[in-house]
């Protein structure tokens, strides 16, 4: 591989809902799609999954711009990057702005497995052919929609749902959930809503045997984490707190969580995640793939990430279709009746990107030569 160029092109999306979390609603993304070229004409392609604003980490689309043509082009262009899997350390200078590294880092490595011929899923090393799938349902306007919302995804197979809860939305949603529904596999997801003061609120929450509470506490707490850990019986699972394998390793050593949702673009990028699922296999703790309400591109390097042997739950990679209009891939990702997606057998990410529809979409460009 001999790198020639990247590009970044930012495209607007409209969500078809809007989506509501405990730090906010988003209803339009902002998109960045990067581009890896090769001296040899071969393309790759990668989403970074930086937001437009810093609520969930302290990354934006901006930020992650500014990174990207301002340090991560330099670094690359000074490592002279033969092998993905030499990405991460070039890069290690940059403090933190993971999901800007992760977004370049995903396009060399779809790069490479189109230059070697193979799908990306298997060039990384995964070996499950198809995936388990749940979905992530935001905060909404009635506990009648909310119901409504569950109700649509059990009928369409998914094999776990995730409802978002917020202090003064909690134990209320899951009572109502659990009532109408006491077999399904729920889990809920505070985006790093509450505090140790709020330990009543999660005693109450540990009585809906839930698959897991997310980040109920903020990224940083690992040790308030592992105290509340220690208080119930429902597993902790971390998503904000872990951006690093050694994030990984401090939370299973403290017992801050039994369970790790991996995000591509908030760990760095392929290596970095699939470092860490090993580990956690290792460790008999299960993870599963987060999401980031990503397009195509984004959504396919997830179902890539999945295959590694460690992804034991289902994860939030769900249907194009719950998220846009129309994707920016072809065939948008589908979702089995059972609830999984199959991996791709397409070379690279194992989709087609419909570049006519990105141009389309496009309201910023710049490219940059290493
Ligand atoms: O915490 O998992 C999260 C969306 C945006 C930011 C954070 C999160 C989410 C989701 C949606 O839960 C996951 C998805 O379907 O992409
Ligand atoms: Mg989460």
Redesign the pocket.
């Known amino acids: 591989m001999q790198l020639e160029k990247i590009d970044l092109r930012e495209i607007q999306l409209p969500l078809i809902y809007p989506?509501e979390?405990s730090f906010g609603t988003t209803s339009h993304r902002r998109i960045m799609i990067v581009r890896a070229f090769d001296k040899s004409g071969a393309i790759g392609y990668g989403e970074c999954t930086a937001p437009e604003d810093p609520f969930?980490n302290h990354e934006t689309i901006d930020s992650a711009w500014f990174v990207i043509s301002k340090f991560v082009s330099h670094l690359l262009a000074e490592a002279k990057i033969e092998k993905a899997e030499q990405v991460n350390n070039a890069l290690s200078r940059i403090r933190g702005n993971r999901m800007a590294k992760g977004g370049v880092e995903c396009a060399i490595w779809d790069l490479e497995a189109r230059l070697e011929n193979r799908p990306l899923w298997q060039h990384l090393g995964g070996t499950q052919t198809t995936i388990n799938s749940g979905v992530?349902i935001g905060l909404q306007a009635s506990l009648e929609k909310l119901l409504e919302k569950v109700a649509i995804e059990i009928e369409a197979g998914y094999q776990r749902i995730k409802i978002k809860i917020k202090p003064g939305q909690d134990v209320e949603l899951v009572k109502a959930v659990r009532e109408k529904y006491p077999n399904i596999v729920l889990s809920v997801?505070a985006?790093s809503a509450y505090t140790l003061a709020d330990i009543e609120v999660m005693r109450e929450l540990d009585k809906y045997n839930l698959l897991m509470i997310e980040q109920p506490l903020t990224a940083g707490d690992l040790v308030d984490h592992a105290k509340l850990q220690r208080e119930i019986s429902t597993r902790i699972c971390l998503?904000e707190s872990i951006t690093t394998f050694n994030d990984a390793r401090h939370a299973l050593e403290l017992g801050s969580c039994k369970i790790i949702n991996i995000k591509l673009g908030r760990v760095g990028g392929h290596s970095e995640a699939r470092q860490i699922q090993n580990y956690c296999a290792d460790f008999g703790v299960p993870v599963w793939c987060?999401?980031?309400?990503?397009a195509g591109i984004g959504r396919a390097h997830n179902i890539a990430m999945s295959t590694h042997r460690g992804f034991t739950l289902p994860g939030?990679v769900?249907a194009s279709k719950r998220y846009w209009e129309e994707d920016i891939i072809e065939p948008p990702v589908t979702v089995s009746e059972n609830g999984t997606i199959a991996a791709p057998d397409g070379l690279g990410i194992g989709y087609g990107v419909n570049e006519k529809r990105i141009e389309a979409l496009v309201v910023k460009r710049e490219e940059i030569r290493l």
Not at 290 to 294: C, S, Y
């Open positions: 989506f979390t969930f992530s997801d985006n998503d987060g999401g980031m309400l990503e939030d769900s």
